[in-house]
């Protein structure tokens, strides 16, 4: 059972290499195309879990936020998200040298 959120994606066309992948895939577990691709993402996103998680967490430090808090936002709102990273990043810079800033 596949539970499904969020936007749909609109992904362009394959280069040709990665196509005849996915065809082949896809013929070989009797699937369409569009199942296949999808399973192909979320195993590579599940792959990449570790890595993308670890930003999070650092990020979600900085902010001092729950990670999976960060984790949603970024998912539902990533302008805010963005914004507030910028805003935290700014705000730990040193002044220049030189400069009248604090």
Request: aromatic share 6%; with cysteine.
């Amino acid at each position: 059972m596949r539970f499904e959120t969020g936007e749909p994606l609109h992904l362009p066309a394959l280069p040709p290499y990665e196509s005849a992948l996915l065809s082949s895939l896809a013929f070989f577990r009797q699937q369409e195309r569009t199942t296949q691709a999808l399973n192909c993402l979320t195993m590579y996103l599940r792959q990449s879990e570790t890595r993308v998680m670890g930003e999070i967490r650092f990020y979600a430090g900085l902010l001092h936020m729950e990670p999976e808090a960060l984790l949603m936002l970024i998912d539902q709102d990533p302008q805010q998200a963005a914004q507030l990273i910028q805003t935290q990043l700014q705000s730990n810079l040193p002044a220049a040298p030189g400069s009248d800033l604090p």
